[in-house]
């Protein structure tokens, strides 16, 4: 649409779109919307930069560089005069204090680290961790098997970096049998990691059990007969041993297979069975491998391979499960059982009181290997691999 109609038809009033040329004195403005335009200032025009300092310069009196004041240490001079003057009274209370101060060094180290040394004036601390009588037992024992420590063979093909004595390696093996505490435990304990822990365990297992094991333990019949107690006499005066089974409880493995074949029925729980046996007068003379729980106790005695040791004129006496008369070449001292009987006859009454009389040195022999705290926890199969060396041990040790 033209422009002329839009200003007619509207009443537009007519405005004059050319620019006007800018008067004098207007700054910029533009005369019909009264515009300016202000022309920006520079940066280094909008700021003023800050005056430099200048360089101090020295005064008549002073000098350019002045000289670092270090402190002189007063000494002898041995090149003018070898005779020293000392504060006699300041030496002696210095001599004092320096051993003073390593009393205090060296009972901090006792207190503070985990040792055989820091408990060997205690009987009790010796009786709890290592299961020794006493410190003087525990170093005959050390220096019976301290030269065989030598050709100890390493569980790991690395350089050994432990940080432990041979004698404190056999102390921290012994608390682990004797308290049970867990690998992690000891780790913070000795100040090793729990890895090493783990290595030494079962280093010494392997070496004290080919060890103890390479001495024979089982008596000839004239050295049974020779230390008989006086209660086997008459009808057991032909005991060689005393045996019985022990189990000791594990954690359940989690193949079905493998959980029925350590279940037992006895314990209700998944457990390693051995058989352990004594002398007539206390002394361990035998003790087989572990086996599984649900295995019975004739199994278990004809696994061990105790019967290679037999001969005719020796007795063994056991309790009522071990049916062992076809695989004993001796006579089997055994309570009597009641079978169809309605009751026992007189004599059954009394072979049976004497017998589990007798017996009950055994059961003393098993709870002193089982006073190792060890044995009272469910052994983990993590260390099911070495379970047998460690329970042997234990059991050659109660001698």
């Not at 680290?113 to 003087?136: N, V, W």
């Amino acid at each position: 649409m033209d422009r002329g109609v839009l200003e007619t038809y509207f009443r537009i009033p007519k405005i004059n779109w050319k620019r006007q040329p800018k008067p004098a004195g207007t700054n910029g403005r533009l005369t019909w919307n009264n515009y300016t335009k202000v022309s920006r200032a520079g940066v280094w025009e909008r700021r003023s930069r800050p005056p430099s300092p200048e360089p101090d310069l020295p005064g008549p009196d002073e000098d350019i560089e002045q000289p670092v004041m270090v402190p002189v240490v007063v000494d002898h001079d041995y090149g003018a005069s070898r005779t020293v003057c000392v504060d006699r009274e300041r030496y002696e209370d210095a001599l004092r204090e320096i051993e003073a101060l390593r009393e205090k060094l060296q009972t901090f180290h006792l207190h503070h680290s985990f040792g055989l040394k820091r408990f060997a004036s205690s009987p009790e601390d010796i009786r709890f961790y290592t299961r020794f009588p006493s410190y003087e037992h525990l170093m005959v024992f050390w220096n019976l098997i301290e030269a065989a420590t030598a050709k100890t063979v390493r569980v790991t093909r690395a350089k050994k970096t432990y940080k432990l004595l041979p004698i404190d390696e056999l102390f921290l093996f012994l608390t682990n049998l004797s308290t049970g505490c867990t690998q992690r435990e000891l780790g913070h304990r000795f100040n090793i990691h729990r890895a090493t822990v783990s290595r030494i365990i079962v280093t010494w297992a392997n070496f004290l059990y080919s060890l103890l094991g390479s001495v024979c333990v089982w008596m000839s019949p004239a050295a049974v007969k020779a230390s008989l107690p006086h209660d086997f006499d008459g009808s057991y005066s032909d005991t060689q041993v005393v045996l019985d089974c022990t189990e000791l409880r594990c954690q359940t493995p989690s193949s079905l297979l493998l959980q029925s074949e350590v279940f037992s029925n006895y314990k209700s729980h998944c457990t390693f069975k051995a058989m352990v046996c004594m002398s007539p007068h206390g002394a361990l003379t035998f003790v087989s491998a572990l086996f599984e729980g649900s295995m019975s106790d004739r199994e278990v005695f004809r696994q061990s391979g105790i019967t290679s040791l037999l001969t005719p004129d020796m007795a063994i006496m056991v309790d009522k499960g071990f049916l062992v008369d076809d695989l004993v070449p001796g006579h089997v001292h055994r309570p009597a059982f009641l079978s169809k009987r309605a009751q026992m006859s007189e004599v059954d009454v009394l072979k049976t009181q004497s017998i589990a009389r007798l017996r009950m040195h055994i059961e003393r022999l098993i709870r002193r290997v089982k006073e190792n705290k060890l044995f009272d926890t469910t052994i983990p199969l993590s260390i099911a691999g070495s379970i047998n060396q460690i329970f042997t041990v234990a059991c050659l040790l109660s001698n």
